[in-house]
């Protein structure tokens, strides 16, 4: 992609310590952006300030729990109080739960899945939206869903359902903030590289039937994921706003595969 200019701009990311999130906070911060990335472990938030700032000093993390409704608000007011704003934010933050058979599946299971991937987002997108309409120079918003908001396997139930709330969730906040200049999205990504994929797949050899699912017919880097998010970030995608956008190399399409 070409650099985009954020110089000037302040970029939040959640979940930002490690795969697509830590990716889209390298590339925020290549193209002139301020980062605040967020997450639950200390260790993690170190370690990815050491490596981001071989890009730029102008990196903090800050250790949050987005399911915390008083936690998100300080997440907000401290990045406004460190670099003086906040223009766009990546809510990345998410939890892949359990995957089991809908009457195997504990209780608990829902509220620990919703609470961090559905009340999660929203705490996110409630109060970055009220940061945005007190400046008064509008906003960008990208949310984290997934292929499975679209699709299924067995097992998949909760995530399934938590991902396709966020895809109802971001046209009824882009009908209400657009005419506040906030644009907010979601991405779907598909079977990408990242330690949650390496949690939930962790025998090598049942990773590569997976491939042939998709007819590009590999899976994909978080980088290649980040490239999208930092596109809907950018003026390049100024007359984009409360879609869902697949990036998936085609798993989510229908039909016979060989």
């Known amino acids: 992609m070409a650099q985009e200019n954020l110089k000037g701009k302040v970029a939040l990311v959640t979940g930002g310590t490690t795969g697509i999130g830590l990716a889209a906070a390298k590339l925020y911060l290549e193209n ?31 250790q949050t729990d987005v399911s915390n409704s008083a936690e998100v608000q300080r997440l ?19 939890i892949e739960g359990i995957f089991a058979l809908v009457h195997e599946m504990p209780d608990a299971a829902f509220d620990e899945v919703f609470d961090i991937n559905v009340k999660g987002v929203w705490l996110c997108c409630k109060y970055e939206i009220a ?5 008064g120079t509008g906003g960008v918003i990208v949310n984290t869903s997934s292929w499975l908001a679209r699709g299924a396997f067995a097992g998949s139930s909760l ?10 969730m971001i046209r009824a906040l882009a009908v ?48 290649e994921v980040a490239e999208l998010v930092l596109w809907l970030s950018s003026t390049a995608a100024s007359f984009v706003t409360g879609e869902s956008i697949l990036i ?11």
């Open 32 to 62: 002139g952006a301020s980062v605040v990335i967020a997450g639950r472990r200390q260790e993690q938030g170190d370690q990815a300030v050491a490596a981001l700032r071989e890009i730029s000093s102008n990196i903090t993390f800050i």
């Open 76 to 94: 907000i007011n401290e990045t406004v109080r460190i670099y003086g704003q906040l223009d766009i934010a990546f809510n990345n933050a998410g």
């Open 248 to 258: 998936d190399g085609g798993l989510a399409i229908g039909g016979q595969r060989q």
């Open 131 to 135: 940061q945005f309409k007190k400046q």
């Open 159 to 168: 995530y399934s359902a938590s991902k396709a709330a966020l895809d109802g």
């Open 176 to 223: 209400e903030t657009a005419a506040a200049g906030i644009r907010v999205n979601n991405i779907q990504p598909g079977y990408i590289q990242t330690p949650m994929f390496d949690r939930f797949f962790t025998n090598e050899d049942a990773k590569e039937p997976l491939k042939r699912h998709a007819p590009i017919g590999r899976f994909a880097n978080p980088a």
